[in-house]
């Protein structure tokens, strides 16, 4: 089966902070694994995916299969960061179902 | 690009009464999926649908939910017979036909409630 975990369902840190936001999958073929985000009052949006290797926003995210974690990092949090963060796994090249995790709500403090 | 399409926003309805919430993709999209969203959870896979194809409904409880995405027209998530344990919020997404990018990209959900 799989299962996407994020073990914190609050984070809040402070401008120019580090951040990251922990996510564990579970499954046991190849996965493709995606960071979506929901700022206030927005819908739903993806933030990156693991296949892409790119940074957006400053968020960078590894793949890391042995401990399969895809942990979503930036050096220096901005205010508008603010937003609930949800990691969600495709089985299958991203053109079927997500699986999402619980949400982590990040909240950026001046 | 008007984005995806969801209506109503907010739906009231009395037990026993029949619920539709209607998905318009983006333009160009062929792939339909929804999910539901419970208080304090994530997003749960409902049912993936392609132009009068339900190509995936793993996620669908056996009764009293269907779907479909017709030729003509919005995606409709139809629910029959509500009990307060649907209240929840209903989010549809769509994506490109194959060969593009997978992306799915997220209408701002019907939020559902039953009394």
């Known amino acids: 089966a799989q299962r996407v975990t994020q073990p914190e369902k609050l984070l809040s840190v402070f401008k120019g902070a580090p951040v990251e936001l922990k996510c564990n999958y579970s499954y046991s073929g190849s996965p493709e694994l995606f960071w979506y985000v929901q700022y206030s009052r927005q819908r739903l949006q993806l933030l990156l995916r693991h296949i892409s290797r790119e940074s957006i926003k400053g968020f960078t995210a590894d793949l890391n299969k042995g401990e399969t974690s895809f942990h979503l990092k930036k050096p220096f949090a901005q205010e508008e960061d603010s937003a609930m963060y949800y990691c969600a796994l495709s089985a299958q090249g991203g053109s079927e179902k997500l699986v999402f995790g619980k949400g982590t709500k990040l909240t950026v403090n001046p | 690009n008007a984005g995806v399409m969801q209506n109503p926003r907010h739906l009231v309805r009395r037990r026993g009464q029949e619920a539709r919430l209607r998905c318009s993709p983006m333009?160009?999209?062929?792939?339909v999926y929804w999910y539901r969203q419970l208080p304090e959870e994530g997003l749960k896979f409902m049912v993936y649908l392609q132009k009068e194809n339900i190509i995936d409904e793993s996620g669908m409880p056996k009764e009293r939910f269907s779907a479909e995405f017709p030729k003509e027209g919005p995606s409709i998530l139809r629910i029959q017979q509500v009990v307060r344990g649907d209240s929840a919020a209903y989010f549809c997404?769509?994506?490109?036909?194959?060969?593009?990018?997978?992306?799915?990209?997220f209408g701002p959900g019907t939020r559902l409630t039953v009394t």
């Open positions: 333009k160009g999209h062929s792939h």
């Open positions: 997404a769509s994506s490109p036909p194959e060969g593009a990018t997978y992306e799915q990209y």
